[in-house]
């Protein structure tokens, strides 16, 4: 017995050690969960066709695991030898993958800087290069586009007052029900607001990052005062948008508490579920600033259009991979519009390339998918990508650093604290400190 | 002389130092005492025993004892191989390299396309090397210790045992020490290293920006402990109110429970209950379902368009949904949902292990008390309480240690919320632990979260070793059968 004891013992201890000594030789592939059955194919198909062009046969078994693409870029500088050879992230995760030294290694193929030059829309290709030791490269390749639209409820809105969060505020007063749910009080969800721009000029005063430079943030312009006036009189009206509850938008969609929702194609399926026949999509309304609302050069009538980050997902390359020589040409063909095209029909991931909206006709299909990725691409016009990709600190000092809940105070007005313009661009002022140095004027 | 070593001052503020005196007192006579044996056993050992000073396993194969020679040799080779080869592990150097860089952290910040050092793992390599500098001291004087035993063993004209026979030795005499040596290891190897490894970071800058492998952190001394107490930053001002509420927490959670559960208990146990499995069972079952489970249920039945707030709207108590918990208004509603709602998952366990003890009071001592005189209060008052109070006052030290550490009622519940105005990363329900999540998975501010670590460490153990030696329990170890 005793020995026995000891043998299973000894054989508990044998399970890590032997785990440990396991060396994989598979090239390995990132990409999101949802996508590990298409992208598995495409690389059978990738090596398929390496081998009947080449006399060697492709070298490696290639692995497509699914991750949590939002942490991906955490899981990989955790264990960089343990990381993907080829692995898909945010594109604002750049800044933290290429902080000091990077730890990602840079595109360097011509072929495939070409097609990424040729193929993506300018505000991409700002955020998928970064400097490490005074030089730019460019790391990521672009493969997904994703921004916030509207998703509505078609028994309150017709087509046409969800072109304008007056149409929908008068459905919702007309209905006895709120104009709007949102899926989160952060920096990402109240961007609606923050970022819009005049629709007449397309120009807005808000600057975050620009150029990646941390001081060039501004937020206390005419515009973005005006807009967030306005916010306030929608966000305390009983009718007007509502503040994220315990309950969940999908439930306030559901039970009609709320007849529209902002969102991301991520939230398509719940929407379906709340929503059913009902729902409908389309690009974010604008908005129309009334006496009340103006401030400074921004007169009464002036109209705004909705913002939203404008974001990509790109695949990226681990520095130091034993087969650097093969990820290029893998990403020259993952990235390709076909693929891309054919991930949209497979998997419903918005195709990244310029031009996708005009040129891939799957988007004129009367779809709710479809309906989506058009309505998606055309945010892109009132859209600036997360510009946090520079520095590992812009993601923190703009998302964690409290300037969020000082925007939702405003919109809010909790106790009338924020009844004055005096009052909001003091508290604004407060933000852009946050924004720029992480912490407070006072602090 | 032992009187004298026995007394101890009576305030309590002097023992403290005395005891420490003493601890450093035995440990210096202990080293002096083995480096006495370590001498002794070179100048009376064997030949081969004076060489295995040098050499690891001479002494064995001296005597014949050649597997058990070879096990001993190979583990020093494996170890002077690790110390002056340092081979590397992920780029980074293992064995003596890592000693020095232990020192630095790395001094390499490497180009785009290569890796230079990374700290993380220099200084998770350099703990680990001087683990095994410690367990190979320990193989070192055990082979001394085999050698020299094996030269008292030809002296007393006995063969010395065979490698079989310690085999035998160790599946038989010595079996306790079989079992316990993996058991050790794993403690030096998941538990000790990880700890003085956390222990350390607490003295870097490893946080957001000083992320291996692009960049590289530093050793820092006691910022980061001086930035929580005096400093003027978040974690500053965030400490003190975490720290308030999470005693406040681990009180009212621990003996809200506590109570709660006795109470039930006893109404359990009453004569008068009937179906007393039954009800039981019922409170059981609650420890059955996976506590996530009941958390997540719950918090639905509390959200603002939940059953809950429908009931009080059909009631007309209120008009529109009132936030119980992360999105409260008032930080103290959700605070006081957060412990509520910990009863329902604490009480059952007090309560089931009250039933347990108050099925095992001695009937005599009732009788007793009934034949003395006492009523049913003085009863109560005089043997049941005590009784319990002496079974459970381990548990409830235990249970109190839990509830500081608690994560999964606050995190699930209110995720930390409601947030507190100026928007810290630390919400209003947020205990230690629950911020030190944050801080680390989320922001990845590893040395701050290092210094919560070590805080809450403080805490627990003092509270642990302060209350527990309190208690009647530890006083009258022996007096419960």
Sequence with gaps: ?443 | MRKEENYLPKSKFLRFFVRIGRFFKRLALGIAKGCVTYVKRFIDGSVGTKVTHVIMGFGNFWHKQIVKGLIFLALESGFLYLMIFSPEVNHTPIGGKAIANLITLGTTTGDVSSFGDNSMLMLLFGVVTWGIIIMFLFAYFSAIKSSYKADLDVRNGKKPSSFKEDIKDLLDGRFHVAMLTPAIIGIVVFTVLPTIFMILIAFTNYDSQHLPPGQLFSWVGFENFVAIFVGSGEISARFGPVLGWTMIWAFFATFTCYIGGILLALLINNKHIKMKKAWRTVFVMTIALPQFISLLAVRELLSVNGPFNSILKTLGITTTGIEFLGNADNAWTARIMVILINLWVGIPYTMLMTTGILMNVPKELYEAAEIDGANKRQIFHNITVPYILFVTAPYLITSFIGNITSFNIIYLLTGGSPTVSGGYIAGATDLLVTWLYKLTIDNTEYSTGAVISIMTFIITASVTLISYRRTKTYKEEDAFQ
């Design chain 1, 1 to 443: 017995m005793k020995k026995v004891f000891l043998a299973l013992l000894l054989c508990l201890f044998a399970i890590p050690i032997l785990a440990g000594c396991s060396n994989n030789k598979a090239l390995t592939i990132w990409v999101g969960s949802e996508s590990v059955e298409f992208y598995t194919d495409k690389m059978d198909e990738y090596v398929e066709t390496y081998n009947s062009t080449h006399e060697e046969a492709f070298p490696y078994e290639v692995e497509v695991k699914g991750v949590d693409t939002g942490t991906a870029a955490s899981t990989y500088l955790d264990d960089v030898d343990a990381g993907a050879d080829i692995f898909t992230v945010a594109h604002d995760n750049l800044g933290k993958l290429i902080s000091g030294s990077s730890s990602i290694a840079p595109i360097t193929d011509a072929e495939l800087l070409a097609q990424i030059q040729n193929d993506n829309p300018d505000i991409f290709l700002d955020v998928i290069t970064g400097t490490v030791d005074g030089v730019t490269y460019t790391f990521g390749v672009p493969y997904i586009a994703q921004s916030l639209v509207l998703y509505y409820n078609t028994k309150y809105i017709s087509a046409e007052q969800a072109q304008t969060w007056e149409g929908i505020w008068q459905a919702a007063k007309d209905n006895n029900k709120q104009a709007l749910s949102l899926a989160g009080t952060d920096g990402y969800n109240n961007s609606f607001l923050l970022l819009a721009r005049n629709a007449t000029t397309n120009a807005t005063t808000l600057r975050l990052y620009v150029d990646g430079v941390q001081s060039d943030c501004y937020a206390t312009g005419d515009d973005t005062i005006s807009v967030l006036k306005w916010g306030q009189r929608f966000f305390t009206d009983a009718n007007g948008a509502k503040s994220p509850s315990s309950s969940g938008w999908e439930v306030e969609l559901k039970d009609e508490i709320s007849i529209s929702f902002i969102g991301g194609a991520w939230h398509l399926e719940a929407a379906k579920a709340s929503l059913g026949d009902n729902l409908g999509v389309t690009v974010l309304p604008t908005f129309t600033i009334t006496a009340a609302d103006a401030y400074g050069t921004v007169e009464a009538g002036t109209v705004f259009q909705s913002g939203t980050f404008a974001d990509t997902k790109m695949f990226v390359m681990k520095k130091g991979s034993d087969k650097a020589e093969y990820l290029q040409d893998i990403l020259l063909f993952l990235s390709s519009k076909e693929v891309q095209e054919e991930s949209f029909a497979t998997c419903a991931n918005l195709p990244a390339y310029k031009n996708a909206l005009e040129e891939f006709t799957e988007f004129s299909a009367d779809t709710v998918e479809a309906k989506l990725a058009s309505a998606e691409l055309a945010m892109f016009d009132y859209g600036i990508p997360q510009p946090f990709g520079y520095s590992s600190k812009y993601n923190t000092y703009y998302y964690s650093k409290g300037a969020p809940d000082l925007i939702l105070e405003i919109l809010e007005n909790d106790g009338g604290n924020f009844s004055t313009d005096a009052e909001i661009v003091a508290q604004m002022q407060v933000v852009e400190s946050l924004w720029k140095t992480g912490a407070r004027p006072d602090a």
